[in-house]
C-alpha cells in the first residue's frame, strides 16, 4: 500500500490490532498513526512531521529494496512512541535491520528495536542483523527504549557453529 497524502489513522482502541499486509510505503509531508501492525514500512521524504504510536513492524513482508523491518529515509522529523519494531528473521535472500535511518531526524520513544535473526543452511550459520542502522546526515534520540541485534542462525549440521548475534 501507499500513502501520499496528509492523513490520521488511528486503529481500534480495544480488539485484535489491525494488520496492513505486505510492504507500506508512506509520502506524505504530515501523518499520524497508531495502533496498527505493519509487515513492512517505509518512510520516504516527509518534510513535515510524523508521528507513529503503537505501531508494530514484524518484518513480515518483502519489498524494500534495502531489506529492513523499518526504513525511514530524507524525513525532517518522525517521532514514535510506544512500538515494536522488528527486522526480518533470516532467509537464503534476506535478513534485515529492524529500523534503517537515512538523512533524517527520529526520536523513538519507549520503543523495542530488534534485528532480524540470522539463518542456517545445511552447514553454515549466518550472522543475526543489527537492530538500528543510521547513516547520512541523521540525528537519532533513544529515550525509554531498547535496541537489540537479531539472534545468530544455525546450520542444519553443525560445523561452523552459531552465526554471531547482531550488533546492537
Avoid at 500500500?1 to 508512506?26: E, F, M, R, Y
Avoid at 533470516?90 to 534485515?96: A, D, Q
Avoid at 543475526?128 to 549440521?157: F, I, T, W
Wanted: glycine share 20%; charged share 15%.
Amino acid at each position: 500500500s501507499t500513502l501520499g497524502k496528509d492523513l490520521s489513522i488511528l486503529g481500534t482502541a480495544s480488539g485484535p490490532v489491525p494488520t496492513v499486509i505486505g510492504q507500506s510505503l508512506l509520502l506524505m509531508e504530515n501523518a499520524e498513526i497508531a495502533g496498527l501492525r505493519f509487515g513492512t514500512l517505509e518512510l520516504l521524504g516527509a518534510s513535515g512531521v510524523v508521528l507513529l504510536d503503537e505501531i508494530e513492524v514484524t518484518g513480515s513482508g518483502v519489498g524494500l529494496a534495502a531489506c529492513d523491518g523499518m526504513r525511514v529515509e530524507g524525513c525532517a522529523q518522525v517521532h514514535i512512541a510506544r512500538s515494536l519494531l522488528h527486522g526480518m528473521d533470516g532467509t537464503p535472500t534476506c535478513e534485515s535491520i529492524g529500523v534503517g535511518i537515512v538523512d533524517s531526524v527520529v526520536t523513538l520513544t519507549g520503543c523495542t528495536v530488534t534485528g532480524g535473526e540470522g539463518w542456517g543452511d545445511g552447514f553454515l550459520g549466518y550472522d543475526g542483523r543489527e537492530g538500528l542502522d543510521v547513516s547520512g546526515d541523521s540525528a537519532v534520540l533513544l529515550a525509554q527504549s531498547s535496541v537489540y541485534g537479531g539472534n545468530g542462525g544455525v546450520p542444519d549440521v553443525i560445523f561452523d557453529g552459531v552465526g554471531g548475534d547482531g550488533a546492537v
